[in-house]
Nanobody
Framework: QVQLVESGGGLVQAGGSLRLSCEAS????????MGWYRQAPGKQRELVAT???????NYADSVKGRFTISRDNTKNTVYLQMNSLKPEDTAVYYC???????????WGQGTQVTVSS
């Protein structure tokens, strides 16, 4: 089993920055891919960024050049650095981890990010 705990959300003005953290515990050896998703009220959950164990990253077009996903394997933690935030970035952000070994997706509880105009 894997447990994910997010932190770092909050309220920020447009153009500001936030850094989200997601700490994994449990069977962390089985995690191959970690990522961040977000869901705004009344909208579908969407993929924001992913990072594999080797460090390769992928980003949604809407956040390219503004967000950076990184991973610290010694701390079992993934980060999402969010710069130049826009009101449309307002959403609940969820940490995700996928295990190929067990074929299981794990989810954190979510952290609220609110960007004011």
């Amino acid at each position: 089993q894997v447990q994910l705990v997010e932190s770092g959300g909050g309220l920020v003005q447009a153009g500001g920055s936030l850094r989200l953290s997601c700490e994994a515990s449990g069977s962390v050896f089985s995690i191959n891919v970690m990522g961040w998703y977000r869901q705004a009220p009344g909208k579908q959950r969407e993929l924001v960024a992913t990072i594999v164990s080797a460090g390769t990253t992928n980003y949604a077009d809407s956040v390219k050049g503004r967000f950076t996903i990184s991973r610290d394997n010694t701390k079992n933690t993934v980060y999402l650095q969010m710069n130049s935030l826009k009101p449309e970035d307002t959403a609940v952000y969820y940490c995700n981890a996928y295990s190929i070994l067990y074929g299981i997706n794990y989810w954190g509880q979510g952290t609220q990010v609110t960007v004011s105009s």
